[in-house]
């Protein structure tokens, strides 16, 4: 019952999630107080991190845990987060917003967004080859993957530090396949069916914030997120993966781009903003507060936003020589990722029982919801599934569908709905049984 696996256009890979980014503390009867665990399962991306670390009280500790179906998803969820804790010393917020969202959303980026890509991997790669049991950095910790994920994500970080060269896959024709593929005889009249997944679809589901030909842009060439004037020319490696086909009876495996190509990238963090004033501007301007929210965390004055664009600090290191260590640190934030196979063995380790504060999974993991969940879930816990509204090529039955098989099955792992909170059609929220 994976939404993810009904659409060709939503991709085999979950590079980004099809939902706004969320403060997992918020949703349920009371907000956790102390140390907080959050479970997130199938995320895709770091959205809901970093809008739940801007949302905590410097008195509390929050710990989130990780667990992707891909080691190539938990390579790129590394990176984002590199990027997002890269110090103001180095990249201050502005450019930070510019490089991250860049990575996060286009196919191709600049050259120099790519140097700054191969240094993280440089660093990532010795993070998770070199610290065994003892994370480098609290919110990048990989200590409990097994060997052969952390091979895995040494040899992808690895690809990403080679550079580019004339016999590297070209990003724009894997993109076009894509669309060829999915489109099939309407790809003539591509530009119609990009206007009407728009109007149609994304601004008939609320999304009216976002701009008709950044939209068409992305859809056609995979560039969401053009900051500034540049040449977007270079392969953006961390959207790259491969995918098996049977080919005469023998699986090939293939590299390109597999992921969504109808949704968008601007659902995590373009449609929403607790400050209605930034739904006028630019989308960088949603993560960009968030990136602030970061510094602030680390014990910098916190200042408004305009003060914090007039007065933002010059680089004083070269981004190039930042190591890990460099990173912000945050007050009593850590962030691990678990093996790809731990979510149905965590009810068998003493350590998880009646644990995590909040469990999230993502539509295209909601089948692996079952009764086990209810032994991990601390006694107030909130679960919190994301529903299938943005899924474009889902219909109305088929996405309400996939809002009641999600009850069902929740109901069945011991959990009900909460009545009291907001309605919401994009996440579904459950609070345990009460025996």
């Not at 086909?245 to 373009?270: E, R, T």
């Not at 209605?276 to 602030?296: D, E, P, R, Y």
């Not at 916190?302 to 010059?314: G, I, V």
């Not at 816990?381 to 899924?391: H, Q, R």
């Amino acid at each position: 019952m994976s939404a993810g696996r009904l659409s060709e256009a939503a991709g085999c890979v979950t590079w980004w999630g099809f939902s706004p980014a969320r403060d997992l503390l918020s949703p349920g009867p009371a907000r956790p107080e102390g140390e907080v665990n959050v479970l997130l399962v199938g995320s895709a991306d770091p959205r809901h991190i970093l809008k739940t670390i801007a949302g905590f009280q410097n008195e509390e500790s929050l710990h989130v845990w990780v667990i992707e179906n891909s080691m190539e998803v938990v390579a790129r969820q590394l990176l984002l987060l590199y990027l997002a804790l890269m110090p103001l010393e180095g990249m201050g917020n502005n450019e930070k917003t510019e490089v991250f969202l860049e990575v996060f959303g286009n196919s191709e980026i600049r050259s120099q967004t790519e140097e700054t890509l191969r240094c993280a991997a440089s660093q990532l790669s010795l993070s998770v080859t070199e610290a065994l049991e003892t994370p480098t950095h609290p919110c990048l910790n990989t200590t409990l993957l097994k060997f052969k994920e952390r091979d895995e994500l040494a040899r992808i970080f690895k690809l990403w530090m080679q550079p580019q060269s004339s016999s590297s896959i070209s990003m724009s024709r894997a993109w076009d396949y894509r669309v060829r593929q999915h489109l099939g005889t309407r790809y003539n009249s591509k530009m119609g069916c990009f206007d009407w997944d728009l109007t149609m679809k994304l601004h008939q589901k609320g999304c009216g914030v976002i701009n008709k030909q950044q939209y068409v842009q992305w859809r056609e060439r995979g560039l969401a997120f053009e900051m500034r004037e540049g040449v977007y020319q270079m392969t953006n490696p961390s959207l790259l993966s491969s995918r098996v086909f049977s080919q005469k009876g023998n699986k090939v495996a293939v590299k390109g781009y597999w992921g969504d190509i109808v949704s968008s990238p601007y659902l995590a963090f373009g449609i929403e903003t607790d400050d209605k004033s930034m739904l006028k501007t630019q989308n960088g301007q949603h993560i960009k507060a968030l990136f602030q929210s970061l510094s602030s965390r680390r014990g910098c004055p916190t200042t408004s936003q305009s003060d914090t664009e007039a007065k933002e600090p010059s680089p004083q290191i070269d981004r190039k020589s930042v190591t890990i260590n460099d990173l912000i640190h945050l007050n009593r934030v850590s962030v691990t990722f678990l093996p790809m196979d731990s979510l149905h063995k965590l009810p068998d380790k003493k350590k998880y029982s009646h644990f995590f504060n909040t469990i999230y999974f993502a539509a295209s993991c909601a089948h692996q919801l079952g009764p086990a969940m209810r032994q991990i879930a601390a006694p107030d816990a909130v679960l919190v599934v994301e529903l299938a509204k943005y899924i474009l090529d889902l219909n109305k039955d088929q996405e309400e569908g996939f809002a009641k098989k999600v009850a069902s099955i929740a109901l069945e792992g011991g959990f009900e709905t909460w009545h009291e909170g907001k309605s919401d059609d994009v996440y579904a929220v459950f609070i345990p049984q009460k025996k």
